[in-house]
């Protein structure tokens, strides 16, 4: 505005100048003509010189006072632009300010509130600099961004605060049934409960113990780590990693269960055999699991006094096959003379494992030349469920 003020100026002393010229040029020529005629003409030139300065001065007042005018309005709107622009920079902080208070944003969104905070930052330099369109336009922009994120982290927190409590509430609920399923009641052939518990732990080979390891680190990390935890992470322990849990414990617990029945049976047709070779005047010298570990065969060792005869019973798990046994009795020593004698007898043992509900192949010679009775058909005992309960004392482990 002020080079238009000063061109308004600069033209009307150029159309001055020229005029005065002008006027002057014709006043020489008047003189010339004639001295009467110059004063009257110069009268007349002086009264339209005046005119028309007076009328190019009211044109210029009037220039002037638009130009003033409009500087005025100019300012006006400047003022309403900057004050528009603060009103939008204060509720940009006020909102900035509240998400950065209630929502953990490093959590969720990383960089993004702060890359925010860096363009209201310029913005509030281009405000300073004067520039309030430019300042209005980026806070409008970011007041935006500002009110989705919030929405947005209101929706993230609502979310990660579900899954935490769910995933959190299942885990201890998780490793309070492991706790308690330490001792389990064990099963008969059948599938029904007995009154006897045994150790989860130790009939399940460990699988127990590393069930509760994993449920119990998962327990602390979400104790201790809470903030750490990413939505994903919790979404993960939902669908998958609890239920693999509970299918393990399921697992662990089927094991223990199968096992402890494999190794009962294992003892009831040992106890079988045992009862069938005492029938034929043997004596039991010594009888357990082999290593003391009851998945591994049982194994006894009887003596007939009366003839010096020594044998060797095992009760041996088919490999891949559950509730299968195979029952093989092998002469260690005898004091009988001929081979005929000794077959005769194991023909005799024979005949007593059957009767005992025992089934047996027939009596045969091994390669180091002693007699033998090897697998046959698979041994089930028909008198198994009867004495699971007493028998199963004797092998289990609290």
């Not at 002037?64 to 900057?82: A, G, L, V």
């Not at 009939?203 to 939505?231: D, F, N």
């Not at 994903?232 to 239920?243: C, H, M, S, T, Y």
């Amino acid at each position: 505005l002020s080079e238009e003020v000063r061109s308004v100026e600069w033209q009307a002393s150029e159309d001055l100048i020229m005029r005065q010229a002008a006027f002057y040029d014709d006043v020489i020529r008047e003189i010339e003509h004639s001295a009467d005629e110059m004063e009257a003409s110069l009268e007349n030139r002086l009264k339209v010189f005046q005119d028309e300065l007076q009328s190019e001065r009211e044109t210029y007042l009037l220039n002037i006072q638009d130009c003033m005018n409009r500087i005025d309005e100019m300012r006006e709107r400047e003022d309403r632009r900057r004050a528009l622009a603060d009103s939008w920079m204060m509720q940009c902080s006020s909102l900035h300010d509240f998400i950065a208070q209630e929502y953990d944003t490093n959590h969720f969104v990383p960089g993004r509130l702060e890359r925010i905070e860096q363009r209201l930052n310029l913005a509030r330099t281009n405000l300073g600099y004067g520039m309030a369109e430019a300042t209005l336009s980026t806070a409008q922009t970011a007041y935006l961004e500002l009110s989705e994120l919030r929405v947005e982290l209101e929706a993230m927190t609502l979310e990660w605060q579900n899954l935490f409590a769910l995933a959190y509430s299942a885990l201890k609920e998780l490793r309070d049934t492991i706790i308690a399923n330490a001792h389990i009641p064990a099963l008969d052939a059948e599938g029904n409960e007995l009154p006897i518990l045994i150790d989860a732990d130790l009939w399940s080979k460990g699988q127990y113990h590393t069930v509760l390891e994993e449920c119990q680190r998962l327990c602390r990390r979400l104790a201790q780590h809470t903030l750490e935890i990413h939505v994903d992470e919790l979404r993960e322990l939902v669908a998958k990693v609890i239920p693999g849990i509970r299918y393990s414990l399921d697992t662990a617990i089927y094991e223990s269960r199968l096992h402890a029945i494999q190794a009962q049976m294992r003892a009831n047709i040992a106890e079988l055999a045992l009862e069938a070779l005492a029938s034929q005047g043997f004596t039991m010298v010594e009888a357990g699991y082999l290593g003391d570990n009851a998945d591994a065969p049982y194994n006894a060792r009887l003596l007939h006094r009366a003839d010096g005869i020594s044998v060797r019973v095992s009760v041996v798990p088919q490999e891949g096959q559950q509730y299968v046994n195979d029952i093989i009795v092998v002469a260690e020593d005898s004091a009988l003379k001929t081979e005929h004698e000794m077959l005769a007898r194991f023909g005799e043992i024979r005949s007593a494992f059957t009767q005992y509900g025992l089934s047996v192949g027939p009596t045969q010679t091994t390669p180091d030349s002693r007699p033998a009775i090897l697998p046959a058909d698979p041994v089930r005992p028909q008198s198994q469920q009867n004495r699971q309960t007493e028998i199963m004392q004797d092998v289990r482990t609290d």
